[in-house]
């Protein structure tokens, strides 16, 4: 829900979204299939640790697309360390926070 709710606002602010499913929990779902994006947005409704198994299975389907992890609980900033580049928002959460987190995450790396 939260993914759907930042993608709406996403929207409206002039970006261009691709929404894609993902259970965290239940494996990945649809996210095996490839598809064009700058950034997967993953909404996390499991409670941790079991959250936390998304990241490896995510940075593995998609080696090279930022990640920003949407979650109740923050994690550890080396769990953030091993899955860059990757950014992790803590619900609930404010849009400017969510816009600054993207902006990192799509910013021409050098």
Known sequence: MMARLLEMNLVRRGLEVQAQSCAACCGLGETSRPYAADVL????HCPAPVCWDAGPRLRAA???LPLLLL???RPSAAYLQAHLPCQCLQKP???ADAVRA???LIRPRA
């Open 41 to 44: 947005i993953a909404d996390l």
């Open 102 to 104: 993207l902006e990192a």
């Open 93 to 95: 959460f404010g849009m």
């Open 71 to 73: 979650a109740h609980e």
């Open 62 to 64: 998609f080696p090279r």
